[in-house]
């Protein structure tokens, strides 16, 4: 082994340029493939950002067009007034 690290060695001081682009390689690819796991755990292995995602729900208003579009912050008044439903949500 020693003769192997000694050969390395030699060939690292004679041609520098070819060993900083191997180890520069190397970086960047590992440096890709982090990113790239964190990401996909983040988005899809790992939990939701939310304390309980269970309760988690979509309202839409239906106006006049008949589109779905999301609801006003006027609607969301509405009905936290006329229902219990969004009563421990804060906006």
């Keep these: 082994m020693r003769d192997d690290l000694r050969d390395a060695l030699r ?3 004679r041609n520098p340029r070819t060993s900083l682009l191997a180890a520069g390689t190397l ?3 590992m440096g890709a493939a ?3 796991f ?3 755990h983040t988005l899809l292995i790992g939990p939701p950002p939310f304390r309980y995602p269970g309760r988690i729900v979509e309202i839409q208003g239906l ?3 008949s589109s779905y579009e999301g609801a006003s912050p006027a609607d969301l008044v509405d009905y936290r ?3 219990n439903l969004l009563a421990g949500l804060d906006f």
């Design 38 to 40: 964190t990401m996909a």
């Design 27 to 29: 970086a960047l690819g």
């Design 34 to 36: 982090t990113a790239v």
């Design 11 to 13: 060939r690292i001081r």
């Design 81 to 83: 007034r006329e229902s």
């Design 63 to 65: 106006h006049t067009r």
